[in-house]
């Protein structure tokens, strides 16, 4: 009887192993066709909600064609800009200003005094709370785009797309110094920066942070430009930060934590001020997919200003 | 466009156009501007000429070995050793390639297409083992096939299957030998490659599908020992009928058979021929009957099976990709066609519906979605054919070509199969007449097992 059982069980194993093969000899069924070459980014677009700490708590739709820059200024007070256009909400939410200007907005920071400091493509305009032109620095080069502004008693730091460096300036335009120049007998990597998203910003000791995009990690300069850490790792899982060249954006929370978003899976995450993960604020699946330049600025009670230009909306997110 | 306008244009062209910018790019892209330079695409060179007869000499080198272990020295165990030395090297290192079992199907392409060339190491691996098997029975399964080796393995409850079962079963090789030899000839497929259940596993590559398929192989091997070599290998079926004509075959004892039947169940294959003493006392005219009957029987089969074979050129040919694609171009005609018709129907239809622009609004919504539908599930070979520039006449001929030569396939492919089942029937009515007990020199592996059993050692 256990021999019986034996050998049925070996021929049943054996025919399906024949029965397989020439099935799928003779099927017309067609192979898999998936392309083996596509991106599957389904699987990493979802997210696990169990990691993020974040709520949507306010939408504000600022009546602009294009949105390019955002700030956070005293009363945190958000101001936003485009082409020719700069527009000023208050904390709830309600339109606090609007003034014009010529031109278009690539980034943008306020001062002590409340001076707005726009980063106008290849130059710099700064204007009073009022809105009054100021002053309007010089062009820095045929190739400069500034992508990313911050201001302190320092200078006023610009990020430069165009020729990939950091500037140190004057209020009045001057340049004090180059900064993240690469020189490998300093250990300065240098910049790479592939894709026109180059952000900086400064910490709370107005230590200055720039994000080297194509290494996928966030570098903190002293002024005289002595690299002095960085952090941040290329990885499509949400740890790390995704594609070719990320963080676009960032700025930093009132503890020195780092808020950063991402094109490519469009995500906006919380690391330590060590540069370890810790929580999601927007997965990919809050964004219209291939949204880019998602700006990002911080008030002073921590909430989460986010520029979407795909929605065109100013999301407001805080802790839950 | 001056250079200072350039940065500009970019920045608001990628902000304002960020879908169509986001479509053009692959994701993620790559580094581009860092100091690292892409290294040259290294073509790896084709193994040496050197290495390929290496090969070769270490197969001659196992053969002689193993033939010597078997038939001289009759020592299980070192053959059992040989046959790991055999799963290490032809196996797990030189990962199952260059195959004497692959072989068949570069010997059939190359016999007929003049343009394939055949290397002489691949014709040696093909005809040594046959050599060897000619003078000295299967040393090659014995210990050098690392298919047989990997296999030997997992027998653990050998079962004794009963002549009628093995003989039943024992068709499959010759089906799978007819197919890979057709199916290699005609250029359509390397079946025996894409089938090969143990390559994945000395690759550490299989799929999870063709992992499965090994692993229930291999289960079916605990209790059938080695299904592979006796039920499906279709070198086993050139080795089973050269091995018959060996000369110098394992014998299970060294000299005379005692009878003391302590072989009788030791061979895990069904390989030992029990002695059949009582002829079974079968008169003339009987004897004259069976033998016109097997006269009869060879051509009937052979002919019955080549026309069964010829009447299936289209489910054989349907394997041939040049088929399957014209199959496919011929039905996104007929769809076409249908489209067409249903297209005048939709024309006559929006006639009526003139008035209501809503409706035609709401069909055209539905073509599109259609028409999406349809380019979302055409195939790589219809999109490969597409881009080739090819006509769909040309795809069409090529295709009746090779249906044209399945046709003369089928028919050598069925006879092949009508002979095979004509031998057996005939092998099973012929009388038998045995004393001892011994080793059936087609099927038997030259194991050695059965030798340890025999007390007669010298
Ligand atoms: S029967 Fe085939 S698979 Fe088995 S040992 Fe012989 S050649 Fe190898
Ligand atoms: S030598 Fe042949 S008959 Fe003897 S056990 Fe091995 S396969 Fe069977």
Redesign the interface.
Known sequence: MKQKIFIISGLVLLIAVVVIMFADLFSSKQADQANPYDYKMGEIRKSDSTRSAYSEQMIISPPLAEMHALACGAGDRIFVAGKDTLLIYDQPGHSAGRFLFNGTASCMTLDKKGNIYIGMQDHVEIFDPSGKLIKKWKTFSDESLITGIAVSDSGVFLADFGKKIVYRCSPDGRLINRIGEKDPQKNIPGFIIPSPYFDLALGKKGELWVANTGRHSLEQFSNDGTLNSAWGEANMAVEGFCGCCNPSHFALLSDGSFVTSEKGIERVKIYSPRGKFECVVAPPTAFIEGTRGLDLAVDSKDRIIVLDPEKKQLRIFVKK | MR??NL??A???F???F??TV??IQ?????????AYTQPQTQIPLPRGEFMAYLDVAVLLIALSVVTWLVLKKRSRLWVFAMSIFSLGYFGFYREGCVCSIGAIQNVSLALFDSTFVLPLSVILFFILPLLFTLFFGRTFCAAVCPFGAIQDLFAF?P?A?GSR?NTV?GI?PYLYLG?AVLFAATGTDF?IC??D?FVGIFRFTASFGMFL?TG??L??????AR?YCR??CPYGVLLNWTSRFSRSHLTITPKECIQCRLCENSCPYDAIDIPVTTKSPESSPVMVKKMMMMVLIVPVLVIAFGYAGSRMQD?LA??DPRV?LA?EVLSGMRDAGSGMRDAGYKMQDAGYKMQDAGYKMRDAGYKMRDAGYKMRDE??EIKAFKASGKTESQVYSEASAVLKKFYIGGWLFGGFIGLAIALMIGGRMLPVYRADYVTNKGRCFSCARCVDYCPVKS
């Open positions: 250079k200072t940065v500009p970019l920045l608001a990628t902000t304002l960020p879908k986001f479509a692959r994701f993620p892209k790559p580094e581009f501007e860092s409850k079962q299957l079962l079963l499959i197919l079946i894409r089938y259940p398929f229930i192989l289960l079916s091997g605990i209790f059938i299904p039920f499906l489910t349907g394997v399957k199959k195939s790589f």
